[in-house]
C-alpha cells in the first residue's frame, strides 16, 4: 500500500511536470489576442465604471450625502468622462469615420442622460418584476 | 508509510525549487513550455504535501507511536475529533498545516481562469511557491519533520496523550481559520510585489486579490474570535482576552489587514494612497510571519509557543528580513511610480475619514507590536525583562481603538470626493443626539458612574443608529424610486449594492463585540472567596451556595467538582458546576469554568482550590456583563463578510471616482 502511494505521488508528480514540455504544440492563444481581449474589456470596464459611479453620485444625492452644487459638479464630470468612453467605445466600432462630430456629441449627451435614467430606474423595473 | 510522508515532504521541496526557476526562466525567454512545466510544478507541490498531510492524518488516527508526533501529542483514548487537531498542536504538524494550506492557495490562483492571462501570475506562483520552499526546509532539514521515528525503533504501547488545555473545540477550529487567514494575505502581498516587479501599479492587483484579502480577513477574525471564545472557558483567566504575545501577534496583523481592506477601495474608487496599501500589504505579510516567528522562536513566554530551538527562531528571523528587504527595496525603487495618481480633494469625504480610520488601526497595531516586543527591547539593551501588562494595553489601545470605531460611524455619512458641513449635519443629527442622550442617561443609571463606560457606550450607540439609519435611508429612497414594499426595497438593496451593505453588517457585528468588550472590562464583578459547606458566595444579584466538594471518574481521569444551587434575585435559577479535572497522563489538573449565561450577563464560576478535605473551598466568581454579545457579534461579522463577497452582480466592480 505504502509503495503504491509512494510510486503514485512520484509518478503524477513527474507526470505533471514533464509532460508539459513534450506534449504537441497547442492552439496557444496568441499574446495579441488576449491583448485585445484585455483592451475591449477595459473599455467595457470603464463604461461599467462610469454609469456605477454616475449611479451612485445619485444615490448619494437623494440620500442627502451630497449638497446641491456637489451633485452638479460631480454629475458633470462624469458625464463628460461617460461622454469619452462612448465615443471611444464608437470609435472602435468605425461608425465615427462619416458622422458630424458634433452630432455625435449630442447623441452621446442623450444616450448618458438615459444610461444615468436606466441606472436609476433599473431599480425600478426589477421591482415590478 | 511514514517514509513516504517524508518522501513527499523531500518531493514538494525538490518540485518547489524546481518550479521556482522553471517559472523565472520561462517569463526570461517567453517559453510557455516551461511556464506550463513550472504550473504542473505547483501542482504537484500540491499533491505532496496533501499526501504528506493525508498520511500524518492516517498516522494519528491509527495511533502510530512508532512516530514521535504521534507519541508526543496522543494517546489511545484521545477522541477521534482530538487526535485530528494533534495534527497541528505541536511545531512540525503545524509547519505540515501551513506548508499544505499555502500549497492548495498556490494551486488554485495558478489555475484560475480569471488569472489565465494575467501577466502577473508566473511571478505570483513563484513567490508563493517561495514562500513555500522556506517552510518546506524546515521540515526537511531543521528537525521538524513530523514524520520522524522514536529513537531506537521501539513502538511504545501508549503515547503521551495531548495537553489537556488543547482538549477544547476551540483547538479544531481557532489554529486552522487562524492559518487560512495568515496564509490567505500571503497571496494579495504576491499579487503586490508581482505589480511591482513588472512597474504595473495601477488597481488591477488589488482587484484580483479583493476576494483573497477579504476571505483571509474574515478566517483571521474567526481565528481570533474562536481563540476568544476558548480563552474564555478553558484557560481560566477569567476573560476572554489577555493581551498575551501570541495573542497580539495574530491581532496585529488582524488591525493592519483591516486598514488595507479599507485603504484599497479609496485606491480602486480614487487611484490613491498607492504607496500606502503596498506598504499595507507588506506590514500585513511580515506581521503574519513575525505572529509564526512569536510561536516557534521560544522568545516569549505564552500559552501558545512551541517547543523549538533556537535555530527555528534565527530561520524565521532570516525569512522575515529578507522578505523585508526585498520588498520594501521594490516599494522604494518602484515609488515613482506609486506616487501617479489623485490627490485628497476635501477633508471632508469618505477618502479622508478612511485615511483617519487607517490611521488609527495603525497605531492600535503598532501599540500592540511595541507592547509585545517591548520585553525584549529591553531585555537587549538594558539586560532586564521588563513585563508589559493587560494595564498598558487597555489604556493605549481603549482610546486608538474607541476612536475608529466613531470614525466607523461617521464614514457612511459621508460621501465620496467631497462633503459640506450642512450634509454632514444633516446625517449626524439623530444619531449624535439620540447616543448623546444614551451616553448621559447610562452614566447615571449604570453602577460606577464610569464616565469611560458611558462615553464609550454614546459612541456604539451613535455607530448602530448611523448603520441603521444607512438602511433606513437607502430602503427608503429605494421606496421611493420604485413603489417597492420596504422590506423587498431592502433585500434589493442589499443585494444590488452588497459589497457596501455587506460591510455595513460587519460594522454593526464590530459594534456588538465593542458593547460586549465595554460591558465585560467597565462593568464586571469579580469575587474571590474561600467558603466552608453550607456557605454562601454572594456577587450581584446572584447567591451561591457551596455544598461541599464531590468527585468521580470519567474515562481514565477524575474530576472534583462542586454542584452549587444558584439564586437570583432570591429566585432559583439551577445548579452550577465548577470542575478541576485530573488527567491520568497529564500532570497539571485543568479548571473546567462554567457558565450560566444569557443576553444581558454571564455568570462565570472557577474551583480555585480547596482545603480540609473539600470542606473548605476557593472560588472566583465573575458577573461579566453582555458577553453573549461578542459572540452573536463576530459571526454577525462573518455572515456580513459572507454577504460582501459572495459572488454576483452586487459584488462585482465598484465606481470609479477621478479629479
Known sequence: MAIVLGLFVVVASVFLIGYPLIKKEEDVKSLDRSLDFDAEDSLERQKESVFTTLGEIEFDYRMKKLSEADYGRLKANYKKQAIIVLKAEEEELNTTNDSDLAQLERELELEIEQEIEKEVQKMAKEGNE | ?659
Not at chain 2, 476576494?211 to 474567526?222: D, G, I, K, Q, S
Not at chain 2, 503574519?288 to 522562536?297: D, H, M, N
Not at chain 2, 501617479?340 to 477633508?347: D, H, I, K, L
Request: proline share 4%; net charge positive.
Open chain 2, 1 to 659: 508509510m511514514a517514509d513516504i510522508g517524508y518522501l513527499s515532504l523531500i518531493l514538494a521541496f525538490a518540485i518547489s525549487i524546481y518550479s521556482v526557476v522553471a517559472f523565472i526562466v520561462a517569463a526570461k525567454t517567453d517559453n510557455e513550455r516551461l511556464k506550463a512545466s513550472a504550473k504542473g510544478g505547483v501542482a504537484a507541490v500540491c499533491l505532496a504535501t496533501t499526501v504528506a498531510s493525508s498520511i500524518l492524518i492516517y498516522l494519528l488516527m491509527t495511533s502510530d507511536f512508532s512516530i514521535e508526533y504521534v507519541y508526543s501529542y496522543t494517546s489511545k483514548n484521545l477522541p477521534v475529533f482530538y487526535k485530528l487537531s494533534a495534527f497541528w498542536a505541536g511545531n512540525a504538524g503545524s509547519l505540515l498545516l501551513w506548508s499544505w494550506v499555502l500549497a492548495i492557495y498556490t494551486a488554485i490562483v495558478t489555475f484560475s481562469k480569471k488569472h489565465e492571462h494575467d501577466e502577473k501570475l508566473p511571478y505570483v506562483s513563484t513567490i508563493l511557491t517561495f514562500m513555500n520552499i522556506f517552510f518546506l526546509l524546515l521540515m526537511v532539514f531543521l528537525d521538524a519533520n513530523p514524520f520522524e521515528k522514536i529513537p531506537g525503533g521501539v513502538m511504545p504501547a501508549e503515547g503521551a496523550g495531548l495537553n489537556p488545555m488543547l482538549q477544547n473545540p476551540g483547538m479544531v477550529f481557532h489554529p486552522v481559520t487562524l492559518y487560512l487567514g495568515y496564509v490567505g494575505f500571503a497571496v494579495p502581498y504576491a499579487f503586490a510585489m508581482s505589480a511591482l516587479l513588472l512597474k504595473k501599479v495601477d488597481d488591477s492587483w488589488i482587484k484580483v486579490t479583493r476576494r483573497w484579502t477579504v476571505v483571509a480577513w474574515m478566517f483571521l477574525t474567526l481565528g481570533n474570535l474562536y481563540g476568544a471564545q476558548w480563552a474564555y472557558v478553558e484557560l481560566g483567566w477569567g476573560g476572554f482576552w489577555a493581551w498575551d504575545p501570541v495573542e497580539n501577534a495574530s491581532f496585529i496583523p488582524w488591525l493592519t489587514g483591516t486598514a488595507f481592506l479599507h485603504s484599497v477601495m479609496i485606491q480602486e474608487r480614487k487611484d490613491m494612497l498607492k504607496i500606502w496599501n503596498m506598504t499595507l500589504i507588506i506590514i500585513t505579510f511580515l506581521t503574519t510571519i513575525f505572529g509564526t516567528f512569536l510561536v516557534r522562536s521560544g522568545v516569549l513566554q505564552s500559552v501558545h509557543s512551541f517547543a523549538t530551538n533556537q535555530a527555528f527562531g534565527a530561520a524565521f528571523l532570516i525569512f522575515m528580513s529578507i522578505a523585508a528587504l526585498v520588498s520594501f527595496y521594490l516599494l522604494i525603487d518602484r515609488i515613482n511610480l506609486l506616487k501617479q495618481g489623485n490627490q485628497f480633494e476635501s477633508y471632508l469625504s469618505k477618502e479622508s475619514s478612511f485615511l483617519i480610520n487607517n490611521l488609527l488601526l495603525l497605531g492600535a497595531a503598532f501599540a500592540t507590536f511595541w507592547g509585545t516586543i517591548f520585553p525584549l527591547v529591553s531585555e537587549a539593551i538594558r539586560g532586564v525583562k521588563v513585563t508589559v501588562s493587560v494595564p498598558f494595553f487597555n489604556q493605549v489601545n481603549g482610546p486608538i481603538l474607541l476612536a475608529t470605531i466613531f470614525v466607523m460611524g461617521v464614514c457612511p455619512l459621508i460621501a465620496w470626493q467631497r462633503s459640506t458641513l450642512k450634509n454632514l449635519r444633516n446625517n449626524f443629527l439623530w444619531p449624535f443626539s439620540i447616543a448623546t442622550v444614551t451616553g448621559i442617561g447610562l452614566y447615571f443609571y449604570l453602577p460606577g458612574k464610569s464616565l469611560y463606560g458611558a462615553v464609550a457606550f454614546g459612541v456604539a450607540a451613535f455607530v448602530i443608529l448611523t448603520i441603521l439609519q444607512e438602511f433606513y435611508r437607502g430602503t427608503a429612497v429605494r421606496h421611493r424610486m420604485t413603489g417597492e414594499g420596504y422590506i423587498t426595497a431592502l433585500g434589493k438593496l442589499m443585494i444590488r449594492s452588497r459589497r457596501r451593505y455587506g460591510g455595513y453588517t460587519v460594522h454593526l457585528g464590530i459594534v456588538l463585540i465593542v458593547i460586549a468588550v465595554i460591558g465585560s472590562y467597565g462593568y464586571k464583578t469579580e469575587v474571590t472567596k474561600q467558603v466552608g459547606v453550607g456557605e454562601n458566595i454572594n456577587v450581584g444579584n446572584y447567591t451561591l451556595t457551596f455544598n461541599g466538594l464531590q468527585e468521580k471518574p470519567e474515562g481514565e481521569n477524575t474530576i472534583v467538582f462542586a454542584e452549587m444551587p444558584v439564586t437570583k434575585n432570591g429566585k432559583s435559577i439551577g445548579t452550577i458546576i465548577p470542575e478541576k479535572v485530573f488527567y491520568a497522563t497529564w500532570e497539571q489538573p485543568g479548571t473546567e469554568v462554567a457558565i450560566k449565561g444569557s443576553l444581558t450577563e454571564d455568570l462565570y464560576v472557577l474551583l480555585a482550590s480547596w482545603e480540609q478535605n473539600g470542606k473548605v473551598a476557593t472560588f472566583k466568581v465573575n458577573v461579566n456583563p453582555l458577553m453573549s454579545w461578542m459572540w452573536i457579534g463576530g459571526y454577525i461579522m462573518v455572515l456580513g463578510t459572507i454577504f460582501a463577497v459572495w459572488p454576483g452582480k452586487g459584488s462585482q466592480l465598484g465606481p470609479k471616482y477621478t479629479q
